[in-house]
């Protein structure tokens, strides 16, 4: 199904593409080989097909939370070039 020259500018212009009469032309035979297949797919029968979410058959991929032994914090702040009340001290960036 062939795309109009007047759709294929619409569509450059939605796009804010500038286009030549020759690229008008020729995006118009490949939007249209575009609509064509997408119009056999709209021919395929999935009526016995399940909707899915999502591809794989998976419920919860997520890790059971487990606690766990923290680092110490005074390790952590050993390197620290300044800290205040226990934490990593930085300069203010933000008025």
């Not at 119009?39 to 058959?57: F, K």
């Not at 032994?69 to 205040?84: Q, V």
Request: net charge negative.
């Amino acid at each position: 199904m062939k795309i109009t020259e007047q759709e294929v500018r619409h569509i450059a212009s939605l796009a804010r593409l500038r286009l030549s009469d020759d690229e008008v032309e020729k995006l118009g035979e490949e939007l249209g080989q575009i609509k064509e297949f997408v119009e056999t797919l709209n021919e395929v029968d999935v009526s016995s097909v399940d909707a899915t979410a999502y591809i794989l058959d998976k419920q919860n991929v997520l890790r059971e939370d487990e606690l766990k032994p923290s680092f110490d914090r005074e390790l952590i702040l050993k390197n620290a070039p300044a800290k205040e009340a226990g934490c990593i001290s930085v300069p203010k960036v933000v008025e």
